[in-house]
């Protein structure tokens, strides 16, 4: 369930950068700005924080606001944009190596 109701919000690239600024403006007079970094030629951004705004303002907002994030990035990049609004698991921690390391002759 949400916490707040979003009264407006903005979406638009920043100028002579590779980020598009995101505003909120809330019911209870809040205003939640933030700076989503993303790649022109390859279309990706990242927008960890998509986790804590659907908490804050329900899934069907966090939903589209990543719909329109992802048309946004397109727009502003060459076209293509493969966002991924929620991190992707971290990879796995490397094991070391068993056995003897090979030594070069």
């Not at 970094?37 to 939903?63: C, W």
């Not at 946004?72 to 966002?83: C, E, P, T, W």
Request: aromatic share 8%; charged share 30%; net charge negative.
């Amino acid at each position: 369930m949400a916490n707040y109701e979003v009264v407006k919000h903005k979406l638009e690239p920043v100028e002579g950068d590779d980020q598009i600024a995101l505003t909120i403006w809330a019911s209870d007079g809040s205003k939640w700005e933030y700076g989503i970094p993303f790649n022109r030629s390859s279309g990706r951004y990242t927008f960890e924080e998509i986790d804590v705004l659907e908490m804050d303002f329900g899934s069907e907002f966090s939903e589209n606001l990543s719909e329109e994030l992802d048309k946004l990035v397109q727009k502003a990049g060459d076209g293509r944009a493969r966002g991924c609004a929620r991190p992707s698991p971290a990879p796995a921690p490397l094991r070391p190596a068993r056995g003897r390391a090979a030594r070069g002759s």
